[in-house]
């Protein structure tokens, strides 16, 4: 079904074991999204589908984040992006249960566009933007074109650091995806010096094998002004059913400082240090602080 008509889709549906709804959201260079919504009602199409089937998934093909008002009604949400050639195998072993996913999300999905660190985007004046109706319009842009402002002033908090800053609690956070298995943390050992030691144990607690994404984050002295926390490092850790593994990451000293513009150069806040390890930006269940120099 194509999906054109929401309500003979929702009718299909209903008579179906299983639903899968391909949504998207077409973008590319030298554009601006007005908005994180789906477009041509997709949003509408899903509920209703959903309304109709709970064994209902969605995958989405899209280039970034969108909103999902949904979200809370389907059984599964698969983030394809823009799979390529190959991307309908990908997606149908995931599915099926052939491939077991391993990803985690490198962006934020917000749980709307008033979340955003510019929820309003702003737009070209017509003077600035070429006129598609000459010819060669790739020569008024060598030639130049006025420019206008566009004020950045969310300062470090950029991605998923924003939304800490600021308290907003989102839909998806940096860092997570699921797995058709299960993992547990413990034991984390944290040695202080020029390059922190970072130890702990990951277990599958599932019934497949699997591949976890452990994430190391780090939180700085208050001194240094920074957002709550920062990534700092990561492994990808290969487990059989019941397997746990010890996990050691050696976090390099750049990604515990900050630039001081007055000495031109990183500086290492001296301070106490808060360690945190776990599946995504938002579900850290270790930590341990220590006082570098």
Excluded: C
């Excluded at 003979?8 to 639903?19: E, G, I």
């Excluded at 995806?177 to 413990?186: A, E, I, N, Q």
Aim: proline share 9%; hydrophobic share 35%.
């Amino acid at each position: 079904d194509s999906g054109a008509d929401p309500d003979k889709a929702a009718s299909l549906a209903r008579n179906s074991d299983v639903a899968i709804v391909f949504a998207y959201q077409w973008e590319s260079e030298d554009m601006d999204l007005p908005t994180l919504s789906l477009p041509e009602h997709q949003d509408g199409l899903i509920a209703k589908v959903a309304a109709a089937n709970p064994n209902t998934v969605i995958v989405l093909e899209t280039g970034g984040p969108v909103t999902m008002p949904w979200a809370g009604q389907v059984g599964a949400i698969l983030e394809a992006w823009y799979a390529g050639s190959k991307g309908s195998e990908a997606v149908a072993n995931v599915l099926f249960g052939d491939v077991n996913p391993s990803a985690k999300l490198p962006l934020t999905f917000p749980r709307g566009d008033a979340d955003l660190s510019h929820p309003q985007i702003v737009k070209a004046p017509r003077e600035s933007v070429p006129n598609d109706r000459q010819r060669e319009v790739w020569k008024q842009i060598a030639a130049g074109l006025p420019p206008f402002q566009v004020t950045y002033d969310e300062g470090v908090k950029v991605g998923y650091k924003w939304y800490d800053a600021e308290h907003k609690p989102v839909l998806f956070a940096f860092g997570h995806g699921l797995s058709y298995t299960t993992y547990s943390y413990s034991g984390l050992k944290v040695e202080p010096g020029k390059a922190p030691r970072v130890r702990f144990t990951v277990k599958n607690t599932g019934e497949r094998p699997g591949a976890e994404v452990a994430q190391i984050y780090a939180s700085l002295p208050v001194g240094a002004s920074e957002p709550p926390k920062r990534l700092v490092g990561w492994s990808k850790v290969k487990l059989e059913p019941g397997e746990s593994k010890e996990v050691t990451v050696e976090v390099e000293p750049k990604y515990l400082s900050i630039f001081n513009v007055e000495q031109n150069g990183w500086q290492l806040v001296p301070g106490e240090y808060g360690f945190m390890v776990g599946g995504s930006s938002q579900d850290l269940p270790l930590k341990q602080s220590v006082s570098l120099k």
